[in-house]
């Protein structure tokens, strides 16, 4: 099973922590890993993933 999140912010307000807390809530639809992907204001795409619960497979300071 996995669990999806998603955000997106009209103000540019940053989302990272708001999708770190929904990934957090749902991680019992799937605990084997977790992973997190957000634009830039040039429009790149950075990506952060790991194995395990998300609180190990994520920094939440690199967010």
Same mark, same amino acid.
Request: proline share 0%; aromatic share 8%; with cysteine.
């Given at each position: 099973?996995?669990?999806?999140?998603g955000a997106?912010?009209?103000?540019?307000k940053?989302v990272?922590?708001?999708v770190?807390? +929904? /990934?957090?809530? #749902?991680?019992?639809r799937?605990?084997?890993?977790?992973?997190?992907?957000?634009?830039?204001?040039?429009?790149?795409?950075?990506?952060?993933?790991?194995? +395990? /619960?998300?609180? #190990?497979?994520?920094?939440?300071?690199?967010?």
């Open positions: 099973m996995c669990g999806v999140f997106f912010s009209l103000d540019g940053k990272l922590e708001d770190y807390l +929904g /990934l957090y809530a #749902l991680q019992h799937g605990q084997e890993a977790a992973g997190v992907a957000w634009t830039n204001a040039t429009g790149g795409i950075s990506s952060r993933k790991g194995n +395990g /619960l998300v609180h #190990l497979a994520l920094d939440q300071a690199d967010l």
